[in-house]
């Protein structure tokens, strides 16, 4: 009985969420492909962009 319970809601979460799933799946490799063919940087860059960045002011109440 517990084995039909776990299919039959395998199969629901599969059909509910299985095409929302493959869509943000080839939205990610989308951007991932622009990301690497536009907006590459060096990894040195990326280190003193990142070590040099002030950081952001806190709002304190």
Known sequence: MTRFIFWAFTVGLAIGYGPKLFTATVRMAK??????????MSYSKFTKKLLNAKPRASHSD
């Open 31 to 40: 951007s991932a492909i622009h990301a690497h063919q536009y907006d590459q």
